[in-house]
Each structure stands twice: as C-alpha cells, then as structure tokens.
C-alpha cells in the first residue's frame, strides 16, 4: 500500500492577483483518472459512478468562518481540476499529492490557490507531544464543489458538515485493514454527513481552544457520498516531519 504512503503535498504560493475563472469548465479532481489510479483495486470497481459532488447535507459557511480554506484550481492535461486546502503559512498550501501531481507523491510547486476575502489565518496544527487520536471529538470538514448531482459547473462558495471524529478501529470495521492505516484518521458518515467530490485536500478540524486541523480529505466510498460510510482523511499529525522538511512551517513541541 504504498501509493497511501504519502498523501500531502505543500506548494510554494505565488504574489497574489486578480484572476477571472470559468467556473464552468473546473471539474472536482475526482473526475480525473490519476485520481483513480492511486487507489487500490477495492475501490476502482466505482470508477464510473458519480455520487454527489459536494459537502453532503451539509450548511453554507458564513464570510470568514474558515480562514484558512482555500480553494485549489490544478491544470492537467484532461483539463482544470479543483480540490481544497488550507493554508499553512505565507508562503505554503497543505493539500493532497493528487490534486497537484499526477501520478507521483512530490514534492510540487503549481496551482492556483483562491482565497477568501476575509481573515485569512494560517490552520493550526497538532503539537509534537500532541498523541491523542481525536476519536470522538466532533470533526468539522469544510470545502468546494458541485452542488448536486444535475449540476455541470462547480461553486466557489465553501460548504461544512460535523460529524464525530471515529477511532481506527471503528473505520477499520466499516471499511477493512488493508485500505485504513496509522496515517489516516476517519470522521463518521452517519446520517449521509461527508467530504465529497470537488472536497480532496481539505481540512478536517477540531475544536481544541479553537480550530485544529487534524485531517486532509483523501478518499470516501465512491458507491455515494450520503451512504453513510465514513470519509478517510490523512492524519495530519501523521506527516508532521514532512511537512516540516518540506516547507518554512515549523511545528509546535
């Protein structure tokens, strides 16, 4: 299981502008085929199903509620694909490897990361000597992405859902031993509460005297979004040595 070794990228961010997006023709990075290509064969028997394409039954956030959300726009070859992340510090983006690279788990620099207008602030992450593993703290995921499935164009509009952050153990029984491992961290599906697609990359938090990041969208059940399976993120705390050797972040003891 290699290809789930490694599932966070960090990319340099450029000066800022203003850019004019055709929203219309950004597709979640789900759609393209390096996306399918990391996962094990347990999950390429969905590769032609379309669940829905967003945060399910989940609220649109209010201006600022997440600061440190973004929205990543990547230019493949089969055309622009959209994830989300968070920001990390000024100059860098966490996300996953497959919303930037195709193929490979890099090192990358590239991507067009949008930003909110307000309160733009850096994620917090674990501590070093931070050893807990979240279960049962309620998760909040936030993100981008289709609307529904009738939907052909995505939304720059940021959605959230809450759900109970589970242990290993319990994901393990929901999913299998083979597909969940030390480096991920699940949050419950229950009541068709989950990251979808359009949402890869982004952050999954807790309250901890504030929002901490403790997760980064990886994958869910492709048999639908709203099934109640749980959602898999990669454990933050998990990649804390990469992060760090990777980038100017430097996290707390």
């Known amino acids: 299981m290699k290809s789930f070794a490694l599932l966070v990228v960090l990319l340099a961010v450029a000066s800022a502008e203003w850019i004019d997006i055709d929203w219309s023709q950004v597709r979640p ?40 959300q973004i929205a990543l726009l990547s230019q493949f070859g089969a055309g622009t694909g959209l994830c989300g992340g ?34 733009r602030n850096p994620a917090r992450l674990p501590a070093r000597s931070d050893t807990r593993q979240f279960g049962g703290m309620m998760g909040t995921v936030s ?26 153990a319990d994901c393990i029984a929901s999913w299998n031993t083979v597909l969940i491992q030390p480096q991920n961290v699940c949050m419950s599906g229950a009541d068709g509460r989950s990251a979808c697609n359009g949402d890869s990359g982004g952050p999954l938090a807790v309250q ?32 804390l040595d990469f992060i760090e050797n990777n980038s100017d972040y430097s996290a707390a003891a």
Not at 213 to 236: D, E, H, K, L
């Open 208 to 239: 901890d005297g504030g929002s901490l990041q403790i997760g980064i969208v990886s994958f869910g059940s492709a048999a639908g979004c709203s099934i109640g399976m749980p959602s898999v993120y990669a454990r933050v705390s998990f990649f």
């Open 143 to 168: 993100g981008f992405g289709r609307t529904s499935d009738a939907s052909t164009a995505t939304s720059a509009v940021v959605m959230f859902t809450t759900n109970p952050v589970m242990t290993n």
């Open 29 to 68: 990075i789900e759609e393209f085929d390096h996306y399918w290509a990391r996962l094990p064969a347990e999950l390429q028997i969905y590769r032609n199903v379309r669940p829905s394409g967003r945060i399910t039954n989940g609220q649109v956030a209010t201006p600022g509620q997440f600061p440190y």
């Open 86 to 119: 968070s920001v990390l510090t000024n100059n860098y983006i966490l996300t996953a490897a497959h919303c930037v690279v195709s193929g490979a788990t890099t090192l990358a620099n590239g991507g067009t990361a949008i930003m909110g207008a307000q309160n």
